[in-house]
């Protein structure tokens, strides 16, 4: 149901692009959000859409400023563009879909790793 794509190993400082394909029922309608989780830790929402006729946003504070996220109704794709990315951006990565409370996604897609090198 979403199939994301776009990590890699990076150096700090630099750029990557996530983006996540959503079918079957996973319609506009719904929020879409990354999610990361590094070792050791929680999983954490990193950046958030939502809305029908206006796309709110919600982006955790820690990239504010550096990450992006946006999405194509019409293809039914999500990405997350990350710049000036550091070596605490490490973790896998998870695009999801949600309706209602942002912190509990109703899909999940397969997480995608993300190696900052300092």
């Known amino acids: 149901q979403l199939q994301a794509s776009g990590g890699g190993l990076v150096q700090a400082g630099g750029s990557l692009r996530l983006s996540c394909a959503a079918s079957g029922r996973i319609s506009s309608g719904y929020g879409m959000a990354w999610f990361r989780q590094s070792p050791g830790k929680e999983r954490e929402l990193v950046a958030a859409?939502?809305?029908?006729?206006?796309?709110?946003?919600y982006y955790l504070d820690s990239v504010k400023g550096r990450f992006t996220i946006s999405r194509d109704n019409a293809k039914n794709t999500v990405s997350l563009q990350m710049n000036r990315l550091k070596p605490e951006d490490t973790a896998v990565y998870y695009c999801?879909?949600?309706?209602?409370?942002?912190?509990?996604?109703?899909?999940w897609g397969q997480g995608t790793l993300v190696t900052v090198s300092s």
């Open positions: 999801a879909a949600v309706r209602g409370n942002l912190y509990t996604p109703q899909y």
């Open positions: 859409v939502w809305g029908i006729d206006i796309d709110t946003y």
